[in-house]
């Protein structure tokens, strides 16, 4: 599974119509509104392909100006658990 720690930035009062939208994509969890311009989230997938997809798709949502991943936890990514020797 892969879990990525996400920040955005919207437009100034169109923070609760994007995080109403972003809570839509598979795998996204709204934790906080901040000022109605600030959006913290998780993403959770199994891939980090799934991740960067789902990611790609914010940019599509009304008043997101800005994304920025905070952190990303892959150890249990498939492809990085096969590279390991399974380890």
């Known amino acids: 599974m892969v879990i990525s720690g996400i920040y955005i930035e919207t437009i100034p009062g169109k923070a609760r119509g994007a995080a109403e939208k972003l809570a839509l994509l598979n ?3 709204i934790h906080d509104i ?3 311009k600030k959006v913290i ?3 959770e ?3 980090v392909d799934q991740s960067y997809r789902t990611a790609e798709k914010f ?3 009304d008043g ?3 994304i920025c991943l905070v952190y ?3 150890e ?3 492809y990085y658990q096969e590279a390991a020797g399974g380890q």
């Open 27 to 29: 795998g996204v969890e």
């Open 34 to 36: 901040h000022e109605d």
């Open 41 to 43: 989230l998780t993403i």
């Open 45 to 47: 997938t199994d891939t």
């Open 59 to 61: 940019k599509n949502i």
């Open 64 to 66: 997101v100006l800005t």
């Open 72 to 74: 990303t936890n892959f």
């Open 76 to 78: 249990d990514e498939p």
